[in-house]
């Protein structure tokens, strides 16, 4: 059993992985900003934790993070206000590793997307300031002492989940959420995973021997 704290708990990949892990015997602090989606989370038999990343403290980070087996960052500002998104999918993550190091939770896998770290997206362009907080995030994320795993899953979809992907892709095409939460659940145990950016869409080859 692992102590697992996932923070962007109530996404919609976030509450297919509190599944998995509280399915296999882990126990799971699903960190949530807004306190009414705290029932959704108990639903997945994880632990709600009510904090607001986005103006949380390095200090703040140690005291989630601390005593747990290992982070799993899948939060995100949903894009829109681009002073937001820097300040959760760069800044609140750039903290969250920080604190990780602090509080001696080495394990650390970063919920991503395919084409990260991309610098190419025109500053005019809607999706630039995402693209840019995500490349800091896991460009940093690659030069800490952590044992990191980057998750670059491809465009998501609503499926049921295939059990398998194509971890070798070249291009970006589809994967279900539930095959990335998958994923993310099996690279938790997965030592071969550290250090690794795996990037995925769905396919036939079975999830955990893909990501060896």
Known sequence: MARIVLIGGHGKVALLLERLLVARGDEVDAVIRNPEHAADVIETGAKPVVAD?????????????????????????????????YAVDRDAALRSMAAAELADVRRYVMVSYFRSPD???????????????????????????????????????????????????????????????????????????????????VGSTPIVDAIR
């Open 53 to 85: 990343i986005e103006t949380l403290d390095v200090d703040g980070f140690v005291d989630l993070v601390r005593g747990h087996d290992a982070v799993v960052w899948s939060a995100g500002a949903g894009g829109g206000d681009p002073r937001r998104t």
């Open 119 to 201: 610098h190419t997206v025109p500053e005019g362009d809607s999706f630039h300031a995402y693209a840019e907080a995500k490349a800091a995030a896991d460009e940093h994320l690659a030069t800490t002492p952590l044992d990191w795993t980057i998750l670059g899953p491809s465009r998501l979809t609503d499926g049921d989940g295939t059990g398998g992907i194509d971890a070798e892709a070249s291009e970006s095409l589809t994967v279900d959420r539930a095959d990335v939460a998958a994923v993310a659940a099996a690279v938790l145990e997965e030592p071969a995973t550290i250090g690794r950016t795996i990037r995925f869409n």
